[in-house]
């Protein structure tokens, strides 16, 4: 199973009611938002479907108490249908997009975000032409990600060739990738080294492990206050949740994170998603060779939280 593939994961007890049925049956029925019948076939000839620990084939019919896991991952052909979506263009050329993509906006069609994505936003601005010049058909001109809940800096390829030259930029370490972000305490100047690896008993998240994959990522802090900061994030690397599980691990994870940050604070501040911000992108142009330097100011949660850091510091020093 590779689970660098996966995008989500669930368990459940088989009930009753759906004792008998084909598996492939009973996910499509429990899980109808996801995907069809069809998808949850692949999963299961996948081995992303674990009955009792074991995987299953498609046509086994379970019986009551049964534990069932599956772990949804992107289905190799989907319809990809252009949508007119505002993108916020920061640089556009014939080969390639940078945008500030808002908080919310998923990357690309996966399970419960078939539509609404940037590549959908993408396809209707660049024409059908994009999804039949890619080296991923379900991710046409996409090279790098950013979660659903991180805003910011994305780029984007609309050829094959820019797409593919690109990647092998990212994959080469030749592209500069810096990142604001407001946390719990005050991390400092420093390194964080530390293996990324997917967490053994809880497979939606990330942790650091020995035997993980090399990651890196360089710290500093741009505003202390007394319970948050505001810290710089250089990326060397490009590990997922990267930044958030370095900074859970050295002790001061995101504000608004609710994977890995602190839920209490997360209320006091009313931080309703991680603040992290792609805040600035730089690399050599792949066809015309010049540097292309790309920015995108904080959006208004951050701002707004920053704001509120300041006050309520300004009335701790008045009490």
Request: hydrophobic share 40%.
């Amino acid at each position: 199973m590779k689970f660098d593939e996966i995008e989500d994961s669930a368990s459940f007890i088989i009930q009753e009611m759906e004792a008998g049925i084909r598996l492939d049956k009973v996910l499509a029925d429990r899980y109808k938002s996801n995907g069809s019948r069809t998808y949850f076939q692949m999963l299961i000839e996948k081995g992303l479907v674990l009955l009792n620990g074991e995987p299953v084939k498609k046509r086994f019919k379970p019986n009551v108490g049964d534990d069932v896991e599956l772990f949804f991952a992107a289905a190799p052909e989907i319809d990809l249908i252009p949508e007119q979506i505002p993108l916020n263009i920061l640089y556009e050329d014939e080969h390639l997009l940078i945008i500030n993509k808002p908080v919310g906006m998923v990357v690309h069609p996966a399970p419960g975000n078939w539509t609404g994505t940037f590549v959908n936003a993408l396809l209707y601005h660049c024409g059908y032409s994009l999804s039949d010049a890619s080296v991923d058909s379900i991710r046409p001109g996409i090279v790098h990600r950013l979660d659903k809940e991180t805003s910011g800096v994305l780029v984007a390829a609309k050829t094959l060739s820019v797409q593919q030259k690109l990647m092998e930029l990212f994959a080469a370490r030749q592209v500069y990738k810096e990142y604001w972000a407001i946390c719990l305490g005050n991390p400092g100047n420093c390194e964080l080294n530390w293996p990324i690896g997917r967490h053994p008993i809880h497979r939606k998240q990330m942790t650091v492990r020995e035997d993980g994959k090399e990651a890196l990522t360089f710290c500093e802090t741009l505003e202390v206050g007394n319970e948050i900061c505001l810290a710089k994030l250089i990326l060397s690397t490009g590990r997922t949740h990267q930044i958030r599980v370095h900074l859970k691990h050295k002790g001061h994870p995101i504000l608004g994170d609710s994977i890995y940050g602190s839920k209490q604070v997360n209320m006091r501040y009313r931080a309703e998603r991680q603040m992290l911000h792609a805040r600035k992108l730089a690399f050599i142009h792949p066809i015309t060779q010049q540097k292309i330097e790309v920015e995108a100011p904080l959006p208004a949660d951050m701002e707004e939280c920053l704001r509120k850091k300041a006050m309520l510091e300004r009335t701790e020093k008045c009490g």
